[in-house]
């Protein structure tokens, strides 16, 4: 199902002169809900103060103020969208119902509206909807104003034009259709022309990422996905699987076999060598199983790689929350809020984001090497988490409440998977002065950095490269590969606090099998804000790179954000930064 919504900027989208930058315009305009203002323009934004006399400014009557105060100012960059409003009625006071003693206080007069936002006072990182209308007796002088802001909000670097949209109308408790209607008019004050689908069934969206031409997704700015990380995941692996090309990560039997070791016993290291040149980067390399991780059917392969560097160039990924625990906007904005997210998208911010992707090399201990590529987000997670999606696949009809309810028939089964996990060493400075690991939050110093990584032992320039592996082989209640915190209400700091948006680097989690009460004292742990859920014998975390993955006996199913996946040997890397968000970071 697509529909189209349209609109046009002032002036039939004619370049903006540069007399536009640094024209000042000073009028005197009445400010809804404010009285009298001298209203400034300059290349920044609005500035306005009152003109009102001191014993007026500000007066009572019966106990109620009729000039609230009001911001004095609003930045362009701040500024989503302008609208002249023709003929209407502009009042002093912001009381809906007013004293008869201030009715007067009621004029009507020429009007044109400024679209904003403020920043929740309640919480900082929700953006909330603002409006700033102001009124003038001369229509033309309103016009001429609403012309200027129009131009100003041209010269806004980074604005999306052309968005494609996915909705999914089944997304959490199937709220994605009232979630895009909600904030559609938003897109139509930024005069932001959206193509909207609303998928049909399971994979539609991914269908028509992978079918779409290059030539054709250049002519928008961005995708949004209005849903939930399952969706949105399914609209990213639609967008890299035939775009993103780029070496396998070592399978399980190129890492040089030992001594394993089982329990609660220290690692053992292993000095794996991957195959390939020496100019090429460790982990990237796996050319027995034919090297590139991606068909290259359709051209020459370095004609792909510019094609791709071209859209990381330009090209962003929005998400409107509408899912049931939506994590990546959780982590990317700070809050889960979908007017939120909305503005950051129509005002055009950036972050980049690690994505991982994973190879299935079996499905079962006796296929074949048939490699499977997938692309993940925010999470890869076995044994506990597999179960609990397996398990919350059967009860959809119950919404958001299934995962409650899987989570906790899966908790008292308690059941444990022997694997073998083998990752890269590797050593990262994350940490202030003070040796406190660094949050991510907006601006964030690490992401915005390139990560100073430090390996066991590295090859010399006349040599192969070699990478210092670890191994760790027991029964596992879960293993857990989070690319980024993965907070969610759930988890109020996630699954690793300090985990960045786009630093580099997998947090493994291993969590070995134990005691009933051991393990629900380490849920209670992720649960609360503040907890230590890392801080038990049974648990293992590592930040690396790359791992890979060999399960024996029973077998459970991997979660890729939010969708299953079944491997029996796997592997799995990291891109930094591989492709950029609508959005400005967590402001928490």
Not at 492 to 517: E, K, N, T
Request: aromatic fraction near 10%.
């Amino acid at each position: 199902m697509e529909r189209e919504q349209s609109c046009s900027a002032m002036g039939g989208g004619e370049s903006i002169p540069n007399h536009h930058q640094t024209l000042i315009l000073k009028s005197i305009f009445f400010l809804d809900g404010f009285g009298d203002v001298l209203l400034t323009s300059n290349s920044d934004g609005l500035f306005w103060e009152s003109v009102d006399s001191p014993e007026t400014d500000g007066s009572d009557c019966l106990g109620i103020k009729l000039a609230p105060e009001a911001p004095a100012e609003v930045k362009f960059s701040d500024v989503y969208g302008v609208e002249f409003d023709n003929f209407g009625v502009i009042r002093k006071s912001k009381l809906g119902i007013a004293p008869s003693c201030i009715l007067c206080d009621e004029y009507e007069m020429y009007r044109f509206t400024v679209y904003s936002f403020q920043r929740s006072k309640s919480q900082p990182a929700q953006w909330v909807l603002t409006t700033f209308t102001f009124g003038h007796e001369d229509q033309q002088t309103c016009q001429m104003w609403v012309n200027q802001i129009d131009a100003s909000l041209v010269l806004q670097d980074g604005r999306p034009k052309n968005l494609l949209v996915f909705v999914n109308p089944r997304s959490g408790k199937g709220i994605g259709s009232r979630t895009w209607e909600a904030v559609a008019p938003i897109f139509l004050r930024a005069k932001i022309n959206t193509k909207v689908i609303v998928t049909e069934r399971a994979n539609h969206a991914f269908d028509v990422m992978a079918t779409t031409s290059n030539k054709d997704l250049k002519m928008y700015d961005g995708i949004v996905a209005v849903g939930g990380d399952g969706f949105f995941n399914e609209i990213l692996n639609g967008f890299l699987l035939s775009r993103h090309l780029a070496h396998y990560p070592p399978t399980p039997s190129d890492i040089i076999d030992c001594r394993q070791t089982e329990g609660n016993y220290p690692n053992e290291a292993i000095n794996a060598i991957v195959n390939g040149s020496e100019d090429q980067a460790p982990l990237l390399s796996s050319a027995k199983h034919g090297g590139l991780g991606l068909s290259t059917s359709s051209g020459n392969s370095t004609d792909h790689a510019s094609e791709f560097s071209a859209f990381h160039t330009w090209f962003r990924f929005g998400i409107i929350p509408a899912g049931s625990t939506d994590a990546i906007v959780m982590c990317s904005t700070g809050c889960r809020d979908p007017i939120t997210s909305t503005l950051q998208i129509v005002l055009g911010k950036r972050v980049h984001l690690d994505i991982a992707q994973v190879v299935r090399w079996k499905k079962t201990p006796t296929s074949k090497f048939d490699p499977c590529v997938r692309y993940a987000a925010s999470f890869a997670g076995y044994g506990f988490y597999g179960d609990v999606i397996a398990e919350s696949e059967k009860l959809r009809w119950m919404g958001p409440r299934r995962y409650d309810y899987a989570g906790t028939r899966v908790f008292l089964r308690h059941s444990s998977y022997e694997a073998e996990v083998a990752y890269v060493d590797t050593k990262s400075e994350d940490t202030n002065a003070n040796g406190k690991r660094v949050l991510c939050r907006s601006n964030c110093s690490i992401c915005n950095t390139r990560p100073h990584l430090q390996h066991s032992h590295t090859g010399s320039s006349s040599l192969q490269d070699e990478t210092r592996w670890l191994k760790s082989k027991g029964r596992f209640l879960s293993i857990g590969a989070a690319v980024i915190s993965c907070r969610n209400e759930k988890a109020p700091d996630g699954l690793v606090a300090d985990a960045h948006l786009s630093d580099g680097f997998l947090h493994l989690i291993l969590i070995r099998d134990c005691h009933h009460a051991l393990y629900l004292w380490h849920l209670t742990q992720l649960a609360r804000k503040g907890g230590n859920p890392m801080d038990f014998k049974f648990v293992e975390h590592h930040k690396t790179t790359a791992f890979t993955f060999t399960s024996f006996g029973d077998q459970s199913v991997w979660n890729l954000d939010g969708e299953l996946f079944e491997a029996h040997q796997l592997s799995a890397q990291v891109f930094r930064g591989l492709i950029s968000l609508f959005a400005s970071g967590p402001e928490v």
